[in-house]
């Protein structure tokens, strides 16, 4: 019979609850998954734009302008790949 992970988890050496854990502060936490319930959708694609030359993700004003100025082509070429 194998182990499970949490089984595993619980076989390792114990160490004593520190000063440390005085420091600890909450932290509020933003992301950007969420959970998403589509109905009647046989195929879902997902897309991602890259650029080149590369600009840093930190430069969001620069993409977000170079999306919004060339989203007309890039809804084109998406039309274009699904033309049976």
């Known amino acids: 019979?194998?182990?499970e992970s949490t089984d595993r988890l619980a076989l390792l050496p114990k160490r004593p609850r520190g000063e440390y854990i005085k420091k600890f502060r909450s932290q509020n936490i933003?992301?950007?998954h969420f959970k998403v319930e589509v109905d009647n959708f046989?195929?879902?694609y997902i897309f991602?734009?890259?650029y080149n030359p590369?600009?840093?993700f930190d430069n969001v004003i620069l993409r977000r302008?170079?999306?919004v100025e060339n989203i007309e082509k890039i809804k084109v070429?998406?039309?274009n790949l699904f033309v049976i």
């Open 65 to 67: 302008n170079l999306l």
């Open 77 to 79: 070429f998406i039309r």
């Open 30 to 32: 933003t992301t950007n």
């Open 54 to 56: 590369m600009i840093p």
């Open 42 to 44: 046989e195929q879902i």
């Open 48 to 50: 991602s734009i890259h």
């Open 1 to 3: 019979m194998e182990l």
